[in-house]
């Protein structure tokens, strides 16, 4: 679905940003939206804290007691099947709501419809059953308890599909997971349960991929009641047995029994705290044990990253910036001609000038500024088809390609009547000849439609901003050039055919490079190899046969690659000439002549496109984001 900014959006953004200069965490959330409402293709890396951990390692419960809230759908089997991504914010007043990405103006505050509304949107993308997407589900929560935090909820890995899942739902998982935790400016919340041994963490596994000295990791043990060895645990709370740069904390949740008494988050907080505080084992680590620990050491550290990260994130705003504003400056500034003819008639002119100098550019081989590295296009393409394509096919042409021995003392024969041949049998070699000749005139028209496809081709890549934004416009040019080649390929037809009548009309038996001295057509004896060897055992030819087919064949080889030498030359002179030349000629003038001949309503045709005129708002309305973002990040950095 694409989304469209709006004017009033980007204000309410910029002023929170105002308002919270001192917010880090809140920046980077309304940058994480900007970005994802924008569709900018240039990614950047934002401090984010992504949790992951197996399937039933209550990842999902931490969650709900870091924000005091059950809004998480739950159930058995894979629940979180899209990631969640959650902006913590704190109000200092007011009831505790939720807002969606795709829901900006609706507040909700029952959070069973929160856990609905996740449900819809996870099976609007994901599908019912229990398929799973990365497309993430951006949400905000607003309380007076919260601290600002940014957190990222993935599906828990598994090992087994279940029942109606894809046999490679782990690989797909993973990659999810692996796509989110390789933002090196990302913290790694890798959960735990305390009745798993920590050297087979999954989610330690997984972390190491992508962070092998775990300088981004935070460990978190979960179901910390079912600790039963509280030395070992503490040891591990106390970063001894698996070292992570930002240790362990320990956590309980509520049970199963706890949820379905509907016991208070508050509540099991509370239980949890004094718990801890009554087991002598945990004195020297009760600051590594519980929600609240564990809320304030997230807090801490994503601000911390953030305050690293900003160097980064300002390299790649000014990136992002940079690029768009040159495709706004691309886009060109939106023209407002209403009904001024002569302003509407100097952008036309001017259009069609700036569209057909391009098109002379192409075909003169003067491209600047286009992508030439992945195919041939223009005069180079034309070029090809010439000296590549063309020549080749003409000279592939065997000179007596269908004429059998037979076939051609028929023709001897016939030319000679009663009279037998004393000398050369000329008028058969002109027969034959001329019948050689023939075949050449199709691959030269083959030619001009090989040479008419890539201008048609050529036309059709030129993309100008300045004009593309005005679709018809755009359009008619593209119309009226490609009428231009049209009627231009009559003619070059015409001439191609012409040149094939002209070496039929005279055949000129006295070339310097014709082969017709007697002595050199009797010289090499093997001439009789040249005669079919078929013919040879099979039909009783006498040696004068012999010799008039040989000396035949002779000439008709000879002559033929004179005429083929002169065509393979005549004919790309005659496409240029007629057909590309022309066209660049007369471009310019004959569209402006069609335009006003057939009196194309002007105004329409410079009418933007909608898209084009919503695209430039977009950039406008982004570009002021980002530009106040990486100034408020440059403030920061400065302090």
Do not use: W
């Not at 890396?45 to 419960?61: A, D, F, R, T, V």
């Not at 034309?382 to 390609?401: A, G, H, R, T, V």
């Not at 016939?414 to 049998?425: A, H, K, Q």
């Amino acid at each position: 679905m694409v989304l469209n900014f709006n004017k009033l959006f980007f204000f309410n953004v910029l002023i929170s940003i105002q308002i919270n200069m001192n917010s880090l965490i809140s920046l980077i959330n309304k940058l994480q939206e900007i970005l994802t409402v924008s569709q900018l293709k240039y990614k950047i890396n934002l401090p984010q804290i992504i949790c992951i951990g197996s399937q039933s390692s209550g990842k999902s419960s931490i969650i709900e007691s870091i924000i005091g809230k059950d809004f998480l759908p739950k159930g058995s089997g894979i629940i979180t099947r899209r990631p969640i991504i959650l902006q913590l914010i704190n109000q200092k007043e007011g009831e505790d709501y939720c807002e969606f990405f795709l829901k900006p103006n609706e507040k909700i505050t029952d959070f069973s419809k929160v856990t609905k509304e996740i449900i819809l949107q996870t099976e609007k993308i994901a599908g019912k059953e229990k398929l799973i997407s990365d497309k993430p589900i951006i949400m905000k929560i607003y309380s007076t308890k919260l601290i600002d935090l940014t957190l990222v909820d993935l599906p828990g890995l598994v090992k087994v599909p279940l029942k109606g899942q894809p046999e490679n739902i782990d690989n797909q998982i993973k990659k999810i997971v692996l796509d989110f935790i390789s933002n090196s400016n990302s913290i790694i919340l890798a959960i735990t349960p305390s009745n798993i041994d920590i050297s087979n963490s999954d989610s330690l596994k997984i972390a190491r991929e992508v962070d092998p000295y775990f300088t981004r990791t935070l460990g978190v043990i979960s179901k910390v009641d079912l600790v039963e060895n509280y030395k070992e645990f503490v040891n591990i709370i106390k970063n001894n047995v698996y070292p992570l740069k930002y240790g362990y904390i320990g956590v309980t949740c509520r049970t199963s029994k706890e949820n379905l008494n509907n016991k208070s988050l508050d509540n099991q907080i509370q239980d949890e705290e004094d718990i801890y505080k009554e087991i002598d084992d945990y004195n020297d680590i009760l600051n590594n044990l519980g929600i609240k620990n564990l809320t304030i050491k997230l807090k801490d550290l994503l601000t911390e990253k953030i305050k690293l990260s900003i160097p980064t994130i300002k390299e790649n705003l000014n990136n992002i910036i940079f690029k768009k504003q040159k495709e706004l400056k691309e886009l060109g500034d939106e023209i407002i001609l209403e009904d001024n003819e002569i302003s509407m008639n100097t952008f036309l002119l001017s259009s069609v000038f700036k569209f057909t100098t391009k098109y002379k550019e192409f075909l003169n081989g003067d491209i600047i500024n286009s992508n030439l590295n992945k195919t041939y296009i223009g005069a180079a393409k034309i070029s090809k088809i010439f000296n590549q394509k063309f020549i080749n096919e003409i000279l592939s042409i065997d000179p007596l390609e269908n004429l059998k021995d037979e076939e051609i003392l028929i023709v001897i024969k016939n030319t000679n009547g009663l009279r037998p041949s004393l000398f050369v049998p000329e008028v058969a070699f002109e027969i034959l000849v001329k019948q050689q000749i023939k075949k050449l005139e199709e691959p030269g028209l083959l030619c001009i439609k090989k040479v008419y496809d890539e201008l048609i081709n050529t036309i059709n890549s030129i993309s100008l901003p300045e004009i593309i934004r005005f679709k018809k416009l755009d359009t008619k040019i593209k119309e009226l050039l490609i009428g231009i080649i049209d009627k231009c390929i009559p003619e070059v037809n015409e001439m191609i055919k012409n040149l094939i009548k002209i070496e039929l009309a005279y055949i000129n038996s006295s070339h310097p490079d014709f082969l017709n001295n007697k002595d050199e057509l009797n010289k090499n004896e093997d001439n009789n190899n040249n005669i079919d060897k078929n013919y040879r055992n099979n039909l009783n030819f006498n040696e004068r046969e012999l010799m008039e087919i040989s000396i035949v064949k002779n000439l008709i080889v000879s002559y033929f690659n004179i005429v083929k030498k002169n065509y393979c030359d005549f004919v790309p002179k005659t496409i240029m000439c007629f057909l590309v030349n022309k066209t660049k000629d007369i471009s310019e003038q004959e569209i402006i002549s069609q335009l006003y001949k057939t009196k194309e309503d002007i105004k329409s045709l410079l009418k933007e496109d909608e898209d084009i005129s919503q695209r430039r708002k977009e950039l406008k309305d982004s570009l002021i984001f980002l530009k106040n973002s990486f100034n408020i990040l440059n403030i920061e950095s400065n302090k």
